[in-house]
T-cell receptor, first 116, second 115 residues
Framework: AQTVTQSQPEMSVQEAETVTLSCTYDTSESDYYLFWYKQPPSRQMILVIRQEAYKQQNATENRFSVNFQKAAKSFSLKISDSQLGDAAMYFCAYRIDTGANSKLTFGKGITLSVRP | AAGVIQSPRHLIKEKRETATLKCYPIPRHDTVYWYQQGPGQDPQFLISFYEKMQSDKGSIPDRFSAQQFSDYHSELNMSSLELGDSALYFC??????????????FGPGTRLTVL
């Protein structure tokens, strides 16, 4: 079974600074997708970024970028120029790349706080 | 842009009652997923549908059932509710897997409280 591990339960960052959230996963598959979802206090699940395993280039979305190390099965999220609105729970998620089994498997999440 | 709609947003039930949660996917999305998120927990996959057929099943209790209708909306039916069913229930929708944009987009969730 695939597992996703987020070993840091909490992190804190100063506003305007950079922070990196860690995620590792375990899979025997070669084709899969990885995601970071943000869950603010409203509890809405918001997609932050997506990475296809077959792509060597790391995904970026504005201030958000990932460091995808396929051999090490590592998928970290870097948030640059942190803003107060970035404070939320962040979940790393994995999805296999087959037709029927497209469910997301989530890590336990990490709570990010942003200090003004 | 249109998002996933879930209703009701909040629901309070007594033990042993039944509940029905509804999900309206983003237009043109024909795949629906249901997840359960307990307090302080990560979301857990329950069940999914593609083109009105069940496509995958996770840790969904036998007391729960779900279906996807001809207009692609989905309903999660929960019977004999237990205290442990209190959770946030998310619906997510996507285009078919393999599409260039098959990312799952989540609705706001239905918060179920069982007393």
């Amino acid at each position: 079974a695939q597992t996703v591990t987020q070993s840091q339960p909490e992190m804190s960052v100063q506003e305007a600074e950079t922070v990196t959230l860690s995620c590792t996963y375990d899979t025997s598959e070669s084709d899969y997708y990885l995601f970071w979802y943000k869950q603010p206090p409203s509890r809405q699940m918001i997609l932050v970024i997506r990475q296809e395993a077959y792509k060597q280039q790391n995904a970026t979305e504005n201030r958000f970028s990932v460091n995808f190390q396929k051999a090490a099965k590592s998928f970290s999220l870097k948030i640059s120029d942190s803003q107060l609105g970035d404070a939320a729970m962040y979940f790393c998620a994995y999805r296999i790349d087959t037709g029927a089994n497209s469910k997301l498997t989530f890590g336990k999440g990490i709570t990010l706080s942003v200090r003004p | 842009a249109a998002g996933v709609i879930q209703s009701p947003r909040h629901l309070i039930k007594e033990k042993r009652e039944t509940a029905t949660l509804k999900c309206y996917p983003i237009p043109r999305h024909d795949t629906v997923y249901w997840y359960q998120q307990g307090p302080g927990q990560d979301p857990q996959f329950l069940i999914s549908f593609y083109e009105k057929m069940q496509s995958d099943k996770g840790s969904i209790p036998d007391r729960f059932s779900a279906q996807q209708f001809s207009d692609y909306h989905s309903e999660l039916n929960m019977s004999s509710l237990e205290l442990g069913d209190s959770a946030l229930y998310f619906c997510a929708s996507s285009l078919p897997t393999g599409s260039s944009t098959d990312t799952q987009y989540f609705g706001p969730g239905t918060r179920l409280t069982v007393l």
